[in-house]
Structures are given as structure tokens and as C-alpha cells.
């Protein structure tokens, strides 16, 4: 027998995600998940698979034939890579300016990498000198890095970074999970031999889905690990030079076999993901990447107007700041959780906390992927101007919306 619970249709609340995300999903990308499952090695579904590739290449603005999903959230990916470049014993420089710096350390540790890093204090990015200087001092095989840390909300330039790790023959991986799309981010021009990414911030998806890219060097230095398991193995496949990589689901060389012309029988693809990370890309490509950009960075800074406007102090170093998260300081004397879930259950809108040194003392608000609109920053300083004189806050009244709407003029 059913109880009434186990009979209710699943009805989530209207809700507006205006925190670091998870953000809204496009309605587009909603409709391309419900799509209708086909065989995994129907020529349409490989036809799909390498639209996906073609269009994550105009995401990451790069060449690299190795340019494929993991099947799992945004750490998937992060953990495909590691894993699959660092050999246990293998040095690695982490640069930490944030929750996912840590990250970063925590997974390349867990696959047995030595670990070495540098710091800079929450809200700071580091300079091409310190990484350089990081670099001669621990010779590291890998460099790993954040692009935008949402812990933060700092963008850390990265220009310069590549060519350094070219000079000094190191693998650069960079976590772009919070920034891209949002933020610039030129793959090949900026010389990264790995990237990986996730749709839930500015490509507007749900997670689930972890895009990434390959330098040919580094597609190569994968191949020498190779292994492939048995029962689909074939007399033509042999084993790599280098010790083989110690997880079967993130192995990016079985993963290239399966995403390449062999379509090696790896994992079983997520179909509706697959649909749903090839419809956020195609969303940013009609709009063109430069535009997607340039949208984040115009509704990110009408935020700010706001919120200044508000008599609220903003976080961190804000010429490092990423176009897409906005670090505010919870105002002395008022009751953070009161606002926020005022907010929540008043008006439907969500807006973050914080993590770590952070923690009670920043709101971290976010205009991101289909909610980097004028609507959604608007109604979002309206709210919050009303829910914090409601919680007894005597700065500026009524003034939020109307500084951003004078932005948009
Ligand atoms: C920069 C960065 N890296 C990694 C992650 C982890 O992503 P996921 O929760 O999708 O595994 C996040 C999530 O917010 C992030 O912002």
C-alpha cells in the first residue's frame, strides 16, 4: 500500500537562486533533458557526442580533439584529471586562495600526489611571481589552480601562468567550475594543458556534468598510463610505459577511447546530462562566448551598484573580482540567518552564506548563467533592501533598485 506521501507528485517551490550556485537552469536546457533516451552507439547518439566535443571547443575557446564530459558533478572532473596526469609520488603546486585551492589538495593527496602548496589570504589572488617563484622551488610535474573560487568570489588572472609552466616543462590544470563563461578564459591562448569545468554557475545547467579539456601534450602524457580493463580489452590494445592510473571511471585514456573513434565500451553515457551540457553550450554559443562574458560582467556590476547603493560594504579586492559572485558584509547588529530565510520564504529568492574564515560574516550573492538578467538583479536588491529594514537595519531605504536601474541606463 502507498501512503500519501509516496504518491505526491515531486513539486518544488517557485524558487530565484541568486547565491554562488546552484543557479536557476535555463528552460531551454530543462526541455533538451527530457528528451527521449537512444542507444548508447546509435549513430545518432555518436553524432551527438561529437557535436558536444565541437561545441565545448567554441566554450573553451581551444583546438583540443580531447574535449569530452565526465558523467558526475564538477569534482568528477577535477578528479579525472588529477588522477589521470599525477602518478602516485608525483609533485604537485597548489596555489590556494580559497575553499577550492584546498580542494584541489585534498584530492590530488587522496591520489597519493606530494603535495606542496602556497597561500594568500581569502579575498587576495597571487601574482605570476609568486607562482613562478613556487615553481622553481618545488619543481613540481603539476601546476593546479582555481580560476574563480565562488568561496571568495576572486578571479584569479591566469594569463601569464601558462607560459611560465611552459618554461619550466609543468602540466597546468586549472578548476574553471565557477568562471566560465562568466569570465574570460581562452584555453589554448592561454596555453592550459587541462581544464574542467561544471554547468551549474554561468553555462545555466544542473550539476551533474563535468566538461574538460586536453592539451595534446597532455593527452599524451595519459596514453603512456594506459590500461584497459579486462573483458573489452582487444590483442590491439597494449599497456602504457607509465605506471597505469588508479581509478577505473575517472581513466581519461579509457575515457578517450570511449569519446574517440574506437567508442570503447568504458561507462554507460548519462544520456539526458549529455543532452543537457550540449544544450547549455549551444545556448552560449548562439549568444557568442565574448557576449556571455560581457552580459555576467554588466548584471554583476549593476549588483554592486545596488548593494552599495544599499550602504552595504562589499569583500575582497574588487579589481580581482569574479563577474558572476559578489561577497557582501553582513551588516553589524542584524540577524544573518532572519534576512536570508526572509528572503527565501518571503519573496522565493535564495542568496549564500559562507565557508571557512568566512563564515557569518559574508553573504555571497550571485548573477549567473540564465539568472544574469536585469529582472532577477533587481528583484533580488529589491527583497534584500525590504528584508533588512525589516530586520531592523537603518541604512539607506529603497535605494538598491534604483542605483542599478540607473546603472542600466
Ligand atoms: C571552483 C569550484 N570548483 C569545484 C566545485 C565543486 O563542484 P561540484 O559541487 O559540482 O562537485 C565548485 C562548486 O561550487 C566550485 O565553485
Excluded at 532577477?376 to 534584500?384: D, I, K, P
Amino acid at each position: 500500500m502507498f501512503n500519501n506521501t509516496q504518491v505526491q507528485t515531486l513539486n518544488p517551490p517557485q524558487r530565484l537562486l541568486m547565491g554562488p550556485g546552484p543557479i536557476n537552469a535555463d528552460p531551454r536546457v530543462l526541455r533538451a533533458m527530457s528528451a527521449q533516451l537512444i542507444g548508447q552507439y546509435d549513430p545518432v547518439m555518436t553524432g551527438f557526442m561529437n557535436e558536444t566535443m565541437a561545441r565545448y571547443r567554441e566554450i573553451f575557446k581551444t583546438k583540443n580533439e580531447w574535449t569530452m564530459l565526465i558523467d558526475g558533478t564538477s569534482r568528477a572532473g577535477i578528479e579525472a584529471v588529477l588522477c589521470s596526469i599525477l602518478r602516485p609520488g608525483d609533485k604537485v603546486l597548489v596555489p590556494i586562495m580559497g575553499r577550492f585551492g584546498h580542494l584541489l589538495a585534498e584530492i590530488a593527496e587522496r591520489v597519493g600526489a606530494k603535495v606542496h602548496t602556497i597561500e594568500v589570504p581569502w579575498g587576495e589572488v597571487f601574482t605570476p611571481e609568486q607562482i613562478e617563484k613556487a615553481i622553481v622551488d618545488v619543481k613540481p610535474h603539476v601546476l593546479a589552480m582555481v580560476q574563480g573560487d565562488t568561496s571568495t568570489t576572486m578571479n584569479q588572472p591566469l594569463e601569464h601562468i601558462g607560459d611560465i609552466c611552459q618554461k619550466h616543462d609543468v602540466l597546468f590544470y586549472c578548476d574553471a567550475t565557477a568562471s566560465i563563461v562568466g569570465n574570460e578564459l581562452p584555453a589554448d591562448e592561454w596555453k592550459l594543458d587541462a581544464l574542467s569545468v561544471g554547468l551549474q554557475k554561468c553555462l545555466g545547467g544542473p550539476s551533474g556534468s563535468a566538461p574538460l579539456t586536453l592539451s595534446d601534450k597532455c593527452a599524451d602524457w595519459i596514453q603512456k598510463r594506459k590500461k584497459v580493463e579486462a573483458g573489452i580489452r582487444t590483442a590491439e590494445h597494449t599497456d602504457g610505459t607509465e605506471p597505469f592510473v588508479r581509478s577505473n571511471y575517472f581513466d581519461l585514456g579509457m575515457i578517450m577511447n570511449y569519446w574517440g573513434e574506437e567508442r570503447l565500451n568504458h561507462h554507460t553515457e548519462a544520456t539526458s546530462m549529455l543532452y543537457c551540457a550540449s544544450e547549455c553550450a549551444r545556448i552560449v554559443i548562439e549568444e557568442g562566448v565574448d557576449n556571455c562574458v560581457a552580459r555576467h560582467k554588466l548584471h554583476g556590476d549593476a549588483m554592486l551598484t545596488g548593494i552599495q547603493a544599499l550602504g552595504l560594504n562589499v569583500f575582497g579586492d574588487l579589481t580581482h573580482k569574479m563577474n558572476n559572485v559578489l561577497g557582501v558584509y553582513i551588516p553589524e547588529g542584524i540577524n544573518a540567518d532572519h534576512v536570508r530565510g526572509q528572503m527565501l520564504t518571503d519573496f522565493g529568492i535564495e542568496i549564500g552564506t559562507s565557508f571557512g574564515p568566512l563564515h557569518g560574516k559574508i553573504w555571497r550573492i550571485g548573477t549567473m548563467g540564465y539568472n544574469a538578467r536585469k529582472d532577477a538583479v533587481l528583484q533580488t536588491l529589491a527583497s534584500l533592501d525590504a528584508c533588512l529594514h525589516a530586520n531592523g537595519y537603518k541604512g539607506p531605504k529603497g535605494e538598491a533598485a534604483i542605483a542599478a536601474l540607473a546603472h542600466y541606463k
